[in-house]
T-cell receptor, first 109, second 116 residues
Framework: DGGITQSPKYLFRKEGQNVTLSCEQN?????MYWYRQDPGQGLRLIYY???????QKGDIAEGYSVSREKKESFPLTVTSAQKNPTAFYLC????????FGPGTRLTVL | GQQLNQSPQSMFIQEGEDVSMNCTSS?????WLWYKQDPGEGPVLLIA?????ELTSNGRLTAQFGITRKDSFLNISASIPSDVGIYFC????????????????FGQGTILTVHP
């Protein structure tokens, strides 16, 4: 079944801990993206990658890091430097049109 | 980053009514996309528009790419309870060489509530 998977659906972490969110796609898309969504707001771009081993900062990259070692995978690490990490995180991929995964809700206690 | 102005912010309608929402920008976009998001889920692509003036339908949904390339409209006809959700517009820019880099700019969303 083709698509974008994000795991886990819900994630809880203590303040000061780094946490990595998984994103995998089997659509053979070159480009992948990470967005953050806060309640009542639109989506804001954190990082994006057009090709393996290359990625660029989006509008709100501070406190986040990514890697793109494989075409299928684009993990996002939320570091302890991110001031307000609690949010809904969405991964997307595209070859033209952009499609989204189901999201991971991160809560930092 | 730049923002899109999406309106209305929320709508409360009766089942069977038609719905209209729109997005405007101070910048020109080459592509307009409309997504629907159910609570706790990722957005699902509804309609993609690629040319100024283009009018595209998907079932009861119709969207238009504004002539100025700075706006887009989404209409839903004969609404049903499952239309409930948040609708987002998104614009995509291209550079002079025609490369988009896929970056989208999103509106803040329109929350649609449909009363049976």
């Amino acid at each position: 079944d083709g698509g974008i998977t994000q795991s886990p659906k819900y994630l809880f972490r203590k303040e000061g801990q780094n946490v990595t969110l998984s994103c995998e796609q089997n659509l053979n898309h070159d480009a992948m993206y990470w967005y953050r969504q806060d309640p009542g707001q639109g989506l804001r771009l954190i990082y994006y990658s057009q090709i393996v081993n290359d990625f660029q900062k989006g509008d709100i990259a501070e406190g986040y890091s990514v890697s793109r070692e494989k075409k299928e995978s684009f993990p996002l690490t939320v570091t302890s430097a991110q001031k307000n990490p609690t949010a809904f995180y969405l991964c997307a991929s595209s070859m033209g049109k952009q499609f989204f995964g189901p999201g991971t809700r991160l809560t930092v206690l | 980053g730049q923002q899109l102005n999406q309106s209305p912010q929320s709508m409360f309608i009766q089942e069977g009514e038609d719905v209209s929402m729109n997005c405007t920008s101070s910048s020109i976009f080459n592509t307009w996309l409309w997504y629907k998001q159910d609570p706790g889920e990722g957005p699902v692509l509804l309609i993609a528009l690629y040319k100024a003036g283009e009018l595209t339908s998907n079932g009861r949904l119709t969207a238009q790419f504004g002539i100025t390339r700075k706006d887009s409209f989404l209409n839903i006809s004969a609404s049903i309870p499952s239309d409930v959700g948040i609708y987002f517009c998104a614009g995509q820019l291209m550079d002079a060489g025609g490369t988009s880099y896929g970056k989208l700019t999103f509106g803040q969303g329109t929350i649609l509530t449909v009363h049976p």
